[in-house]
């Protein structure tokens, strides 16, 4: 009986002991890998939550940028990190769905071989055309394309790129053929739809609405589920004669696999803490980005989702495999 309760009340306190050590949670610097260059909108969201989780954790958070290889390297630093919490990776749509597709081996399984903690904040794509382009709507758009199939130009950041597959999808809803070209960024894109070489560009609201703003390109449609504060006055694909059609990039946060649940509770407590922080939410919205903070389940259910439909596009677009 008294070695019984022995091991009873050891057993107590080690689960104890675990939870304090957990409660105790960041116990040394957390690096936060971005698999992105300094810079970017990525590295913008990165700081600002390294930041706020400095301040409140009383730990330093080192945003760590490791671009390269369609974000695998900065995932694969995190696939082999101790799942303790102190390594976790700004992920994105990009990285975690469609990256993995690309590869005959894929470098890893992002449904399983990481914990998808959250959705941070969505960047819709907005289909635009220069101001002097007589094009005014969307359906203007679509019975131009229609009457000239392939003519229509529609510029993207390449082959395998979101931007580039979710232009891809628009075209299989809306049953119509475009002439996709590859560019190396905006810029460029930029300078041939000002230039009259480009008949149109879809690329995320962050680098859209400066241009909108400024009256440089005429806006379409957005590719969100629904309009943007920031867009008022820009309709949905969906409310403009391609329904169905939804694709909005995003930036989230990864913890390694087996990491224990009451990190990633704290984890997501934090992070969503940090999104519902009124000057965060207002400088990211400004930027154009549409604040998500997802639940796990729902993060897990959302990635999944995503990795089947663009797991099948490539497979169907016959896009040759790395």
């Avoid at 002439?179 to 960024?185: E, T, V």
């Avoid at 690329?203 to 943007?228: F, H, W």
């Avoid at 259910?301 to 040759?320: H, M, S, W, Y």
């Amino acid at each position: 009986m008294i070695k019984r309760f022995t091991k009873v009340a050891c057993g107590m306190l080690l689960v104890a002991a675990a939870g304090m050590a957990n409660a105790a949670y960041p116990t040394k610097p957390v690096n936060l890998v971005v698999p992105f260059t300094a810079g970017g909108t990525s590295d913008i969201i990165a700081r600002m939550l390294a930041e706020h989780l400095g301040k409140v954790w009383g730990e330093t958070i080192v945003v760590q940028n490791k671009p390269g290889a369609g974000g695998t390297i900065a995932t694969k630093q995190l696939i082999q990190a101790e799942p303790d919490g102190h390594t976790l990776l700004l992920t994105s749509s990009g990285t975690v769905a469609i990256s993995p597709h690309l590869y005959r081996n894929p470098p890893y399984d992002s449904d399983n071989d990481f914990v998808n903690v959250t959705i941070l904040a969505e960047l819709p794509f907005v289909l635009t055309v220069a101001q002097d382009n007589p094009i005014s709507s969307l359906g203007d758009y679509l019975a131009k394309a229609k009457a000239e199939p392939g003519i229509l130009s529609l510029g993207n950041s390449g082959i395998g790129s979101h931007q580039y597959l979710a232009e891809q999808q628009f075209a299989a809803a809306a049953g119509i053929e475009l002439n996709l070209i590859p560019y190396k960024g905006a810029p460029q894109q930029l300078v041939d739809l000002l230039g009259g070489t480009l008949d149109s560009m879809m690329d995320n609201a962050v680098t859209e609405i400066p241009l909108i703003q400024k009256g440089t390109v005429k806006p379409l449609a957005i590719t969100s589920a629904a309009r943007i504060p920031q867009l008022p006055n820009v309709p949905t694909f969906g409310e403009s004669g391609v329904p169905g059609f939804v694709s909005a990039p995003w930036y989230g946060l990864a913890a390694p696999k087996d990491t224990p649940p009451e990190i990633v509770d704290t984890l997501q407590v934090e992070i969503t803490r940090f999104l519902n922080d009124p000057d965060v939410r207002k400088k990211l919205e400004d930027l154009g980005m549409v604040i998500v903070a997802s639940t796990v389940k729902d993060t897990r259910t959302r990635v999944a989702a995503e990795n089947k439909t663009f797991k099948d596009t490539i497979t169907q677009l016959g896009i040759e495999l790395q």
